[in-house]
Antibody, heavy 121, light 109 residues
Framework: EVQLVESGGGLVQPGRSLRLSCAASGFTFDDYAMHWVRQAPGKGLEWVSGISWNSGSTGYADSVKGRFTISRDNAKNSLYLQMNSLRAEDTALYYC??????????????WGQGTLVTVSS | EIVMTQSPATLSVSPGERATLSCRASQSVSSNLAWYQQKPGQAPRLLIYGASIRATGIPARFSGSGSGTEFTLTISILQSEDFAVYYC???????????FGGGTKVEIK
């Protein structure tokens, strides 16, 4: 059974940093690209970032480019999102999602339950 | 960036009736479109990919159609468990990113 478990969310002040993690199991992690997708309270889905199976290709939404960095550790079956210079508008539930191929160019067949990030002073 | 626009924002339908949801892309995405269902407090679930291919385990009452810039998700006979928010997502624009529509809430009439 595929499982994606996010962690690392919490309350953080504007301008500070936070690192999210996603622990994957139930599939061959290094065969697939992975993504972060967020959902602000009461709002729709927003793709944040994606990374290929070997970290050779990454992409970011314009809203986070230059502030967020996606990475993965295939030896640990883990995905990460380093979030710097956080803003109030980054407040959201952050989902980890599995791509259907090795490259972060497609759609998502499995999702975690999310970790909540609240940016507030 | 490709902008995805879903309509209507809310659709009120009675159980047993048909629901038709629309998704429009600001430029052609070919057939590179997926649909997701999200229920309150849950993660999204993949319904359709390739504009018309049902994902594993998705009932036949869900169908997708369209290509280019105009897409439709049809739920032929609404069941109680189908009341949820539905999102479309394009995947034709890498490396310029993946984008979702704003969602359509299907509610009980």
């Amino acid at each position: 059974e595929v499982q994606l478990v996010e962690s690392g969310g919490g309350l953080v002040q504007p301008g500070r940093s936070l690192r999210l993690s996603c622990a994957a199991s139930g599939f061959t992690f290094d065969d697939y690209a992975m993504h972060w997708v967020r959902q602000a309270p009461g709002k729709g889905l927003e793709w944040v970032s994606g990374i290929s199976w070997n970290s050779g290709s990454t992409g970011y939404a314009d809203s986070v480019k230059g502030r967020f960095t996606i990475s993965r550790d295939n030896a640990k079956n883990s995905l990460y999102l380093q979030m710097n210079s956080l803003r109030a508008e980054d407040t959201a539930l952050y989902y980890c999602a599995k791509d259907v191929t090795s490259f972060p160019e497609y759609y998502f067949d499995y999702w975690g339950q999310g970790t909540l990030v609240t940016v507030s002073s | 960036e490709i902008v995805m626009t879903q309509s209507p924002a809310t659709l009120s339908v009675s159980p047993g009736e048909r629901a038709t949801l629309s998704c429009r892309a600001s430029q052609s995405v070919s057939s590179n479109l997926a649909w997701y269902q999200q229920k309150p407090g849950q993660a999204p679930r993949l319904l359709i990919y390739g504009a018309s291919i049902r994902a594993t385990g998705i009932p036949a009452r869900f169908s997708g159609s369209g290509s280019g810039t105009e897409f439709t998700l049809t739920i032929s006979i609404l069941q109680s468990e189908d009341f949820a928010v539905y999102y479309c997502q394009q995947y034709n624009n890498w490396p310029r990113g993946l984008t979702f529509g704003g969602g359509t809430k299907v509610e009980i009439k």
